[in-house]
């Protein structure tokens, strides 16, 4: 099996802060707060789609990272979510995380999707702080940050010639001869 290898950046969206408001219309005395909550940060999702068949979309295209989600504003108006960023992997893809080269999926069927960064939460509005006590809170909650993480493709691909032989008989350098491939070879000194 050859191992079509490529190394991305994922980020997710980060969640939208939320807005500290008051209402302030005329005849309405002691409106209270009306700031809404942040949106919602999109999230990164690799899918399988059977049509590609190499990784090579990958080599020049190396960080994807999602929507942000929407600030939070007056009159309880919520943030819109980020929409979610979908990342085309090949079937038969293996997921590794860089720093701990944990497999984290396999996408060997052809519907499989995997979620490689959540999305950052929405901040709340001054609205959601106000108690008896506390009527007009005059803070808010900023959204929280998505996620972000180096990750490695691996592409298991067929061969379609493979090369039998004992050990130490030129295999490779016989492979590094006749194509680009550039096998590892071992060399050995003996001294004596």
């Known amino acids: 099996m050859f191992i079509d290898t490529a190394k991305l950046f994922v980020k997710s969206g980060d969640g939208g802060n939320g807005a500290i408001s008051f209402r302030r219309e005329k005849y309405i005395p002691l409106g209270g707060p009306d700031g809404g909550d942040g949106g919602r940060g999109g999230d990164v999702i690799l899918k399988v789609d059977p049509q590609m068949t190499t990784l090579l ?3 020049y295209k190396k960080k994807f990272a999602a929507e942000r989600g929407g600030n939070g504003a007056g009159a309880k108006c919520y943030g819109k979510n980020g929409d ?3 990342v085309k992997v090949p079937m038969g893809t293996i997921v590794r995380d860089v720093e701990t080269n944990k497999i984290m999926a396999d996408l060997s069927h052809e519907d499989d999707t995997y979620v490689v960064c959540k999305g950052g939460k929405g ?3 001054n609205t959601k702080f106000a108690t008896p006590t506390r009527q007009a809170p005059s803070f808010a909650e ?3 940050p998505g996620e972000e993480r180096w990750i490695t493709l691996e ?3 067929l061969a379609d010639v ?3 032989g004992f050990p130490n008989v030129g295999k490779s350098t016989l492979l590094s001869m006749v194509s680009k491939a550039r096998p590892r070879l071992q060399t050995t000194i003996l001294q004596l």
């Open 142 to 144: 900023p959204g929280m």
């Open 123 to 125: 901040g709340k509005g």
């Open 84 to 86: 979610n960023l979908i």
């Open 162 to 164: 493979g090369l039998l």
């Open 155 to 157: 592409l298991k691909l």
């Open 57 to 59: 979309d990958f080599k």
